[in-house]
């Protein structure tokens, strides 16, 4: 535990403690008088109510559009099973700023909607729900269909032959099974959108404001330290509070029911009921997931000259960007990728070490440590990354100039992937075989190359993919800390966005679209390595 507690101690707790001591502190002393001041402002407090109500629309709306779906990957066998559910897990590795980017070139200014029916959607509440269920599609599917299809169908047969009809059955003996999966699932999906930060930043316009982006405009835009920090308090008791009650959900779901193998309930959809479901989650794929990304293909080829490859070329030249960057924009591909695979290592070696930990003790501890690793996921990435600045800039730890930096605060998002991907593997482990190791001789190392390492490289592979697409698609912390002349991916496609002109719209189409490419790449090559479905995501 001594590596990841160091590496968290430095890069995530002493940034964001000296970033809300900047704000709360003056004269050397605490001015927690701030804390009322703040919250009692009406902007602020609309900015919290918005951010409460619209993750809970979107978890329900999420938990409504998915749950047939999780059934329909749970309990059937159709063509092309696999690759769909690639497909419909490739928005939740997307950076959410290509998400945002998608549903801008579906709803927004010039979209198919305005060009179609002159209807625009951006800057309303209804774009980001959409795009929010868009994003988090895959989380109910994969959490609840997960363990749907391993419930033993013979129970609740067993109810209908006892004289339970078939909505009953469900109720009294599936659903309560489920309860634990959907709870789980409901919790990310809440997490994931009471934290929105480049969906809300595009589509919401001026008028919508989540925790997340407010703490960047007061940060970066107003320089007001105080009342940023005085959110991030606020959100780190939120986000506190929503991870320890997910740890109760996954330890209930972890003991709900013995599990069968999943090829043992899947079948082919029989009757017209049946066929009728596949159809209408297939068209759900089709028009909530595959139209946007598909959308923001046709907008990067719809150049001033007709359909072809003209924002794509552009994006080889600095002067095409009208004094955005300092590169040509196609530097970015290749710093992302620089920056994601030293940012995988990290992740890798950190989030690896804590699993192992994890897996060798019990205890309070332990279980604090375990929430400890999966709060980068909840605190504010804009607090992380302004933090980075103003703590990281004295010897030995003078990072400022650095681009290890990058690499840095991406590996803190890579960590909780890792840890919750390889955890359940290594504690399937069985203790017994290290225990013969060490009885013939091994050392403790040698038997962790010779027993562990065989029986985790899969999952390893697996975690480490999870760590690549999403430290790709950081934006959070990035936008403080990438240097204008090296900038990443999602942060260029955010500056080109912010400027007006059809040709830098173009080229933000064009370099999100590379970006979906390349994310959904590394989630295919992870479908072909991982047959277990081991991990939890």
């Known amino acids: 535990m001594a590596g990841p507690l160091a590496f968290f101690a430095v890069f995530f707790a002493y940034p964001v403690a000296a970033i809300v001591g900047r704000g709360l502190k003056a004269d050397g002393a605490w001015q927690f008088g701030r804390v009322g001041d703040v919250l009692s402002r009406p902007d602020i407090l609309g900015v919290l109510w918005f951010t409460t109500w619209q993750a809970l629309a979107s978890t329900a709306f999420t938990l409504l559009i998915a749950l047939p779906g999780g059934y329909v990957f749970a309990r059937f066998t159709f063509p092309g099973k696999q690759l769909l559910r690639a497909v419909v897990t490739v928005p939740f590795v997307l950076p959410t700023v290509v998400v945002g980017t998608a549903f801008l070139a579906l709803l927004g200014r010039g979209g198919l909607l305005d060009d179609l029916w002159g209807v625009r959607l951006d800057t309303t509440v209804w774009a980001i729900l959409l795009a929010h269920v868009f994003f988090n599609y895959a989380v109910v599917v994969r959490t609840v269909g997960g363990l749907w299809s391993q419930l033993d169908p013979r129970q609740e ?12 059955a469900w109720r009294h003996v599936t659903l309560p099974a489920l309860a634990p999966a959907v709870a789980a699932a409901a919790l990310m999906v809440f997490l994931f959108t009471f934290t929105s930060f480049g969906v809300v930043q595009i589509l919401g316009g001026p008028g919508f404001s989540t925790l997340e982006v407010e703490i960047y405009r007061q940060t970066a835009q107003l320089l007001d330290l105080p009342t940023a920090a005085v959110l991030t308090l606020v959100q780190f008791a939120a986000v506190g509070a929503i991870l320890a009650v997910h740890a109760g959900t996954v330890r209930r779901r972890e003991t709900a029911l013995k599990l069968v193998d999943p090829a043992q309930t899947a079948r082919r959809p029989h009757g017209a009921g049946q066929w009728a479901l596949l159809g209408c989650v297939l068209a759900t794929v089709a028009l909530l997931i595959l139209l946007p990304l598909g959308v923001l293909v046709e907008r990067s080829l719809d150049g001033q000259g007709g359909y072809g490859f003209a924002y794509y070329r552009a994006l080889a030249s600095a002067d095409a960007s009208g004094g955005t960057f300092l590169v040509p924009p196609l530097e970015a591909v290749w710093n992302s990728l620089r920056y994601a695979l030293v940012a995988t290592a990290i992740a890798v070696v950190v989030g690896g070490l804590a699993a192992a930990a994890l897996t060798r003790r019990a205890g309070r501890l332990v279980r604090g ?4 690793l999966m709060l980068p996921l909840g605190v504010s ?11 990281l800039d004295k010897p030995p730890l003078d990072l400022r100039a650095s681009w290890i930096l990058v690499p840095l605060a991406q590996a803190l998002v890579g960590v909780p992937f890792v840890v919750r991907t390889m955890l359940p ?14 009885v013939l001789g091994a050392s403790p ?6 027993v562990d390492l065989p029986l985790v490289r899969r999952a390893t592979l697996v975690a480490a993919g999870f760590a690549f ?11 403080f800390i990438a240097r204008p002349d090296r900038p990443t991916l999602p942060v260029a496609v955010a500056r080109l966005l912010s400027r007006p002109g059809e040709l830098n719209y173009g080229q933000a189409m064009a370099l999100s679209t590379v970006l979906m490419v390349v994310c959904a790449v590394s989630l295919l090559a992870l479908e072909r390595i991982r047959t277990d479905r081991s991990g939890e995501f």
């Not at 990435?381 to 703590?391: M, Q, R, S, W």
């Not at 190392?445 to 010779?450: T, V």
């Open 157 to 168: 047969e067993a109810a209908r032959v006892l004289g339970a009809g078939r909505l009953a």
């Open 369 to 372: 440590f375990d929430a400890l």
């Open 381 to 391: 990435a804009v607090t992380v990354g302004f933090g980075f600045l103003i703590t």
């Open 425 to 438: 593997v290594l504690r399937a482990v069985d203790g017994r075989l290290r225990e013969a190791a060490a």
């Open 445 to 450: 190392l040698r038997a962790w190359r010779e």
């Open 469 to 479: 697409a999403v430290s790709l698609g950081e934006f959070g912390a990035t936008v």
